[in-house]
């Protein structure tokens, strides 16, 4: 009885709609959406009077502003010719009618004055715009400074800075921020509307920069007045001298912080500012008057003040703010006609959002499913074109990712059949050798001479020779190599290892050398397994060195490690195979002669050996010239198998 037919590939990687990536995208996309169109009409419905009664009523906050910007614009500006500009931009920010007019109601500035019919202006100011007397309620100055005098901190007037000076003095107020904070002093430069620099010490580090002599030398020469503040100053003296002489009181001296003292004193010469906080030039004065003198000296300084900002500031302007001309408060009427607007709107969203999470999760599945069936081919022992890369992100990536762990196992696939082929080969020629022999002594063909036996012997000991081989590389994969590490010195090591190949090389006509340099130091290492490892380099140096040539052993050491180079005198190694003489069963030639080549699997050993060793080995050849393998080893008394392969053990 046949069982149930088993599902196609097209049946395993197609799942339904709603177990699907897809399906799931599709219908969390829509819940949200459907979730977010209610919610935002339910907001709507709920939220619609408070909104029409706050576009109604007056922000305060708005007012602020405003009143603020064209009282800077006052402040800075001698007249109010410009300033229209400046109302239709703050008109159109907060969408109300703003109006400047003279004290006696002429206008100034109107940002309805292109309307045909421009709508009568309110019985009452918003505000008096007067940076000379400005409201103490409403003056919130961009600058950080509030008034206490009724002046407008940014009104600077004949105080302003010059380009050069403002330059020069920013330069100096860098060098004494950089000289604090070396000292531990946080501080930074603060701009004044006068152009001159603050620096403001943060934290409570203030008591700190008397400390500080290269900030203290540096506030002394930032103190200094410039040519246009000395200016200034002396036509603010001469002012407030002259109110002074009025009321029957002594002239005083006033810096640039507003301060004053009495008594002889070059005005011009330096200013007196504070220490850890340079204000702005035009700070107000002290606010507490011992005696009558003090309290006539601040009001003549305030009216000398003002007398010299007069010329520099608008003048006084009324200052009106009212809907814009035209305006109805807006309403909303939820009627059968809004109600079938909301409900189309809602509909085209849920739409939108529908088919943009269907066309993105089709866009996320279709790779998906693209590396799923390339997956299941793979598994299927089928060979597989890599998976196109179109995108750049996660799932890019993924597929970049498994194209290359497919191209490596297609290489491993295709490296174990040919070692597979390879190990076949060899075992194969010296079996069919003893074979052949064997049967040639049993049909009588062949007779049992010593001859006859010590071939059997050479072909026996060739393939103990390809399995010991095979073992030692079998037992360094798995991690199963085990070393035995003792001190051992090179120089005897090396003797050992020439005087083993000595016969073969006098046969070969190959003359051996071994030079260790003097002051070598002592290895710790497995002296069974190095000496194989250096065997299978002489020895294959021997084999292909031609008659009359030479094979030089030679040790020396460098900064941490012993090198021990095999260099031979015969044909060389073309340059397109040298990469590839330590792969397993590799051999330049390709005919697997015997004669001139081993069964590639000594240079494969000697790699193994020298990694569980924490070493490593290298092949430098020149056609013609010769070739010198070099096995590079730590000499550190450290555990050896720390290397390339830590899986190989020691005991």
Known sequence: MRGPKAPSREGRTRLPLRKSLLGRLLAVSTLVAACSVAATAWLAVQSTSGAIKEQQGQNLTDDTDIYDTLLAYAATHPRWDGVQNTVQTLAGKYDRRIVLTTQNRQPIADSAEAAAQPAELPIRNAAVLNPLAADTGLATSRTGAGTTDGIDPRAVGPFRLTAAESTKLEKIAKRIVSCLSDNGVAADVVPTPSGRPSIEVVGQDGERVHGVRCAVIGLDELDAPTRTERTALAALN????????????????????????????????????????????????????????????????????????????????????????????????????????????????????????????????????????????????????????????????????????????????????????????????????????????????ADLDPAFVSSLLEEAVQLQHIIDDLQDLAEADAGALRLHPEPVRIDELLGQVAAAHQARAESEGVALHVRVDPDVPTLLADPVRLRQAIG?????????????????????????????????????????????????????????????????????????LAEAHGGTVDARSRVGEGSTFTLRLPTAAADPVEGPDPRITTI
């Not at 190694?573 to 000594?602: C, M, Q, Y």
Request: hydrophobic share 40%; charged share 20%.
């Open 238 to 445: 001469e002012l407030a001298t002259q109110c002074l002489k009025d009321k029957g009181h002594a002239p005083v001296n006033v810096d640039l912080d507003l301060s004053w003292q009495r008594g002889p004193k070059d005005i011009l010469s330096k200013s007196r500012m504070p220490v850890i906080t340079i204000a702005s030039p035009m700070p107000s004065p002290p606010g507490h008057m011992e005696s009558a003198a003090d309290r006539d000296t601040a009001t003549c300084v305030n009216t000398a003040r003002k007398a010299q900002l007069r010329a520099h500031v608008s003048p006084p302007a009324l200052l009106f703010i009212d809907d814009p001309v035209g305006a109805e408060p807006p309403g909303f009427d939820l009627s059968p006609a809004n109600t079938v607007q909301i409900a189309g709107v809602a509909a085209l969203v849920l739409a939108l959002t529908v088919g943009a999470s269907v066309l993105a999760a089709t866009r996320l599945v279709r790779p998906l499913l693209a590396l799923t069936g390339a997956a299941q081919r793979m598994k299927d022992g089928e060979r597989t074109a890599p998976v196109p890369v179109t995108t750049d992100n996660e799932i890019g990536r993924l597929a970049v990712a498994f194209n290359d762990m497919a191209a490596h196992r297609a290489l491993l696939e295709a490296q174990r059949r040919a070692m597979v082929s390879d190990v076949a080969h060899e075992l194969r020629t010296p079996l069919s050798n003893i074979r052949g022999w064997l049967e040639g002594a049993q049909d009588g063909i």
């Open 536 to 608: 299978n380099l002489v020895s294959n140096a021997v084999r292909h060195t031609p008659r009359g040539g030479s094979v030089t052993l030679r040790a020396q050491g460098s900064a941490g490690r012993l090198d021990v180079a095999v260099s031979d005198t015969g044909a060389g190694i073309p340059a397109a195979d040298l990469p590839h003489v330590f792969d397993r069963f590799w051999r330049a030639e390709k005919s697997r002669n015997r004669r001139t080549g081993g069964s590639g699997l000594g240079l494969a050993i000697v790699r193994k």
